[in-house]
């Protein structure tokens, strides 16, 4: 089947403004989207540029605004899209090139919060156990893959560039309510001001374009909560 | 660039926004209306003689709208807000806040609608 995509484009060394261009390309409709932009960028214009990698929905590369919405272009398949399939870069970063964008910022918010296992007691001679209920409260954040697409689907984060966002609201949840873990207090401080946890409206776009289906409202609710209460 | 297609929390926090800014204006004129009250009767009641027309009756009405959502679409954030666990039912709460939306808004709206018909608008 010919397939239809008009793709934001943007070269910064020849374009002032990004534009939308169009291309028809021939795909099985269990293709998926990132098939049609490796269809594009190899056969029609090599100049096409966008990030990919495992390309199976792991490793979160390849999130972009695909007709509207962020996903991952290697989860979206072409027979679940209106045509004309409309791509264009996460919004909220700058754009380097096309889908390509500067995710800089994105991993200075993450290592702020401190994303690593923080000792709290001297380290055990063998693992450090957990019990099931343990594990299974901090289960749905350790599904993340960084991929941006929450962040940058979050109307606060367009608006303040300086919010933190939720996927590092997602990464700190994962180790604030770990039962082995000791720097809470530290992620927290980070969280509790102006451009933490308190800029969430509760808008739930994050948890629409959750790639992992991780329900992160949820997890921005349990941190604000922990702070409110003022501690775990 | 295109708008967000964003879902029901999208567009519930937009218009969260535009009633709540919406209702801020209106007290803003309301403060400013009644203390013409200080310049003597005169130009007062002349803004109350415009209160009393029925354009200003469905500008109400659509003020009573705004205030009803931006209320319970406050409480709504609110339950989220202090209980994280309710957001997986986040869709429902929202059609029944509208379901409340409607069942308080439709017979207000008559009976308002019937004050400006009969005249009898305050």
Redesign the interface.
């Known amino acids: 089947m010919e397939v239809t995509f008009q793709l934001?484009r943007f070269d910064p060394l020849k374009d002032r403004q990004?534009h939308w261009e169009t291309y028809r390309v021939e795909l099985e409709p269990t293709d998926r989207v990132l098939d049609g932009l490796e269809a594009i960028k190899g056969q029609m214009d090599g100049t096409l540029a966008y990030r990919r990698s495992c390309a199976h929905g792991v490793c979160g590369s390849d999130a972009m605004?695909i007709?509207?919405?962020n996903r991952l272009a290697c989860k979206a398949l072409v027979k679940n899209m209106k045509e004309p399939i409309?791509i264009?870069p996460m919004?909220g970063f700058k754009v380097l090139k096309d889908f390509v964008v500067d995710m800089g910022p994105f991993f200075e918010k993450y290592r702020a919060v401190k994303p690593y296992l923080i000792e709290k007691e001297a380290r055990p001679q063998k693992e450090r156990l957990q019990s099931q209920e343990e594990r299974e409260r901090f289960d749905d954040t350790t599904k993340c893959i960084l991929c941006g697409a929450c962040t940058t689907?979050c109307?606060s984060f367009w608006f303040n560039a300086g919010y933190v966002g939720p996927a590092a609201i997602v990464q700190a949840h994962r180790f604030i309510f770990d039962s082995r873990d000791g720097g809470a207090e530290e992620r927290l401080s980070v969280l509790n001001n102006q451009e933490g946890v308190w800029r969430c409206?509760?808008?739930?776009?994050c948890?629409?374009a959750c790639p992992r289906g991780i329900?992160v409202?949820?997890?921005?609710?349990?941190v604000?909560?922990v702070i409110a209460k003022g501690g775990r | 660039m295109s708008i967000y297609r964003g879902g029901i929390g999208q567009w519930s926090w937009t218009f969260h926004r535009l009633t709540g800014v919406g209702v801020l204006l209106f007290l803003l004129v309301h403060i400013l209306d009644t203390a013409l009250i200080m310049m003597g009767p005169h130009w007062y009641n002349k803004i109350i003689r415009f209160y009393r027309t029925p354009l200003f009756g469905l500008m109400e009405i659509a003020l009573f709208a705004a205030v009803l959502y931006h209320a319970l679409n406050g409480v709504r954030i609110i339950v989220i807000d202090f209980r994280p666990e309710t957001t997986v039912h986040y869709k429902k709460m929202f059609f029944i806040q509208m379901a409340l939306f409607a069942l308080i808004f439709i017979p207000v709206c008559i009976i308002m609608l019937g004050h400006i018909a009969q005249g009898l608008h305050p």
Not at chain 1, 217 to 222: D, F, L, P, S
Request: no cysteine.
């Open positions: 934001l990004p605004i007709n509207g919405r409309r264009e919004r689907s109307p409206r509760t808008v739930f776009n948890v629409e329900n409202t949820r997890a921005i609710g349990e604000k909560k």
